[in-house]
Nanobody, 121 residues
Framework: QVQLVESGGGLVQAGGSQRLSCVGIGNIFGIRAFRWYRQAPGKQRELVASITSGGSSNYTDSVKGRFTISRDNAKKTVYLQMHSLNPDDTAIYYC???????????????WGQGTQVTVSS
């Protein structure tokens, strides 16, 4: 059984910073990629940032220069450091790991439960 547990999030003023964390728990054999998505009210879920186990990262244009994704392969953890937050960043943030479990040895995506980030103006 694999579970992703997120932490961080909450209410922050515009211009502030927050750090999100997501740890994979359970029978994890390997991880290929770590991703953060977000979904704002009335909008589709969008990919915010991704990083491979090798360290190659990508960001959506709206967060470039403000957000940093990082990972710790050994701890099966991904982080999202967010700076210069603005109200448009308000959303539920979900982590997503492309991983292989150690029971069925199948690669698939797993999702965290989501954490609310609210940026006040």
């Amino acid at each position: 059984q694999v579970q992703l547990v997120e932490s961080g999030g909450g209410l922050v003023q515009a211009g502030g910073s927050q750090r999100l964390s997501c740890v994979g728990i359970g029978n994890i054999f390997g991880i290929r990629a770590f991703r953060w998505y977000r979904q704002a009210p009335g909008k589709q879920r969008e990919l915010v940032a991704s990083i491979t186990s090798g360290g190659s990262s990508n960001y959506t244009d709206s967060v470039k220069g403000r957000f940093t994704i990082s990972r710790d392969n050994a701890k099966k953890t991904v982080y999202l450091q967010m700076h210069s937050l603005n109200p448009d960043d308000t959303a539920i943030y979900y982590c997503n790991l492309d991983l292989r479990d150690s029971v069925a040895y199948l690669w698939r995506d797993y999702w965290g439960q989501g954490t609310q980030v609210t940026v006040s103006s």
